[in-house]
């Protein structure tokens, strides 16, 4: 009788254990929302800048899909993460010198510089726009992940990241400049879990040739003309954009806090 209540005994305390090790790694979802802070180099043949960020938060949703049922040693699963989605925007430090500041300091003592000047300023807006870098990224990759007690989980991992990368930014003639293009980025960190919230950190970095296109307020500027007491405005906006290829790298440190579901 001893033995049969022993066996019954171990029986629920073998299920009891299989269930809970089931509900801790049944969270194979997550949702995080990151803090960034960011650095681009542009490159061309004729200038290498660095600028840091301001500002800067990411959203990443992703799925982590486990290669066994059975943790190795009770505790250890590998895994192929999978990220759906993640939306990264980075603001970085502003000019000093905006398109009004180049048409005031190019106009000063004209009043008919001052009429043309206002037309351009009616025309194109106060831009100001400062700089923007903007990442729309899929990832996927290896992780590992500890289940060392309870419902507490270590995991790290590694991750290859496709992404469409696109800065919005001002030339030092205040002028705006649009760039875009593939680039190649890749993602490493890690996070520590219990049940539903996850802290983590991770250093992503990649780089990229963006096609730029800059408008060039001074061919605006060349289409304008007065004599004889007339103002004589002609402009051709097409004339005024120009296109090239840019070389950029991106590296940031990302850290977050998460769902898992």
Known sequence: MKKVLFAIVAVMFMAMSVSAQSNAWGRKNYFNVSWVDQTLETETDALEAKWDSQFGVALTKGTTYYLH?????????????????????????????????KLEDGFDDDPVGDIIGDYIDDKLG???LGRHQAELAMHVGPSLTINPV???????????????????????????RFSYGYGSFFVTGGAISYKVISLGA????????????????????????????????????????????????????????????
């Open 150 to 176: 309870d419902h507490l989980k270590i995991n790290g991992y590694f991750r290859y990241a496709p992404s469409f990368s696109c800065v919005l930014q001002e030339t030092d003639e205040g002028d705006p």
């Open 69 to 101: 049922k059975t943790p190795i040693l009770g505790i250890l699963k590998f895994g192929i993460d999978w990220t759906q989605i993640d939306l990264n925007y980075v603001k970085y430090n502003e000019l000093d010198l905006g398109l009004n500041d």
């Open 202 to 261: 991770e250093y992503r970095w990649g780089q990229g040739k963006y096609c730029t296109t800059t408008f060039d307020s001074d061919e605006v500027d060349s289409d304008l003309g007065y004599g004889d007491g007339k103002i004589d405005v002609d402009i051709n906006i097409a004339d005024a954009f120009y296109k090239s290829q840019q070389k950029m790298c991106t590296s940031s440190l990302r850290v977050y806090v998460s769902l898992r579901f």
């Open 126 to 128: 106060d831009l100001h």
